[in-house]
């Protein structure tokens, strides 16, 4: 089974500002791991995921994540946020082999974007 | 391409009640899973349907179950409802079942249980 930790549940950050989303996961095999971003009264949206090769991965909107199999982490970054990034930021994993397939998701992260 | 679309958008039901949640994937999309998000949490895996039968399972009672039909479309059905069915339920289609397959998620239905 897959575990997600998001420590932070709400990052304010000034605009222009760079961000940092820490995601740390728990898994007894290899995994995938992913990036969604949830609007107010909308469903969730990808924004990356990591599924093997550069561990460096870019996403949309400007974001990237880089994969971090010794910490067991996947921190999701933007070097200047924008008032558009108001968000709610869910870190997910899976498993990478069928039986343990299903998305796991962390509690979420709400980045509030000061102007 | 449409996206997935979920309705109704908001319900409301009383405890002990059935209710069906209705889902629509994206054409082509063979694969659907469905999540419930309670306030506050990330969402949380009930089951997930491939071609029309299930194919895995989270930690939800038989109470909660699944239809895919061949047009794209798909329920999910809470019987004996309980106060803290309470939540956002969220569809998410993909195009197979895959592994690491991006899903594609509705907006949501958010149901009530009084």
């Known amino acids: 089974a897959q575990s997600v930790t998001q420590l932070d549940s709400q990052v304010p950050v000034f605009e222009e500002a760079p961000v940092e989303l820490r995601c740390n996961y728990s898994?007894?095999?290899?995994?995938?791991l992913f990036w969604y971003v949830q609007y107010p009264n909308q469903g969730l949206q990808l924004l990356l995921k990591?599924?093997?090769?550069?561990?460096l991965v870019k996403g949309i909107n400007g974001f990237e994540a880089e994969f971090n199999k010794s910490q067991t982490s996947f921190h999701l970054r933007k070097p200047s946020v924008h008032i558009s990034d108001t968000a709610e930021y869910f870190c997910?994993?899976?498993?990478?082999?069928?039986?343990?397939?299903?998305?796991?998701f962390g509690t979420g992260t709400r980045l509030t974007i000061i102007p | 391409e449409t996206g997935v679309t979920q309705s109704p958008t908001h319900l409301i039901k009383t405890r002990g009640q059935q209710v069906t949640l209705r889902c629509s994937s994206q054409?082509?999309?063979?694969?659907v899973s469905w999540y419930q998000q309670a306030l506050g949490q990330g969402p949380q895996f009930i089951f997930q349907?491939?071609?029309?039968?299930?194919?895995g399972r989270g930690n939800f009672p038989p109470r909660f179950s699944g239809l895919q039909f061949p047009n794209y479309s798909s329920e999910l059905n809470v019987n004996a409802l309980e106060l803290d069915d309470s939540a956002l339920y969220l569809c998410?289609?993909?195009?197979?079942?895959?592994?690491?397959?991006?899903?594609?998620f509705g907006p949501g239905t958010r149901l009530l249980v009084l």
């Open positions: 998410a289609s993909s195009l197979d079942r895959g592994l690491g397959e991006t899903q594609y």
């Open positions: 898994s007894s095999v290899s995994v995938y």
């Open positions: 990591y599924l093997s090769g550069s561990t």
């Open positions: 997910a994993v899976s498993g990478a082999n069928f039986g343990n397939e299903k998305l796991t």
């Open positions: 054409s082509g999309h063979n694969t």
């Open positions: 349907y491939y071609r029309e039968e299930e194919n």
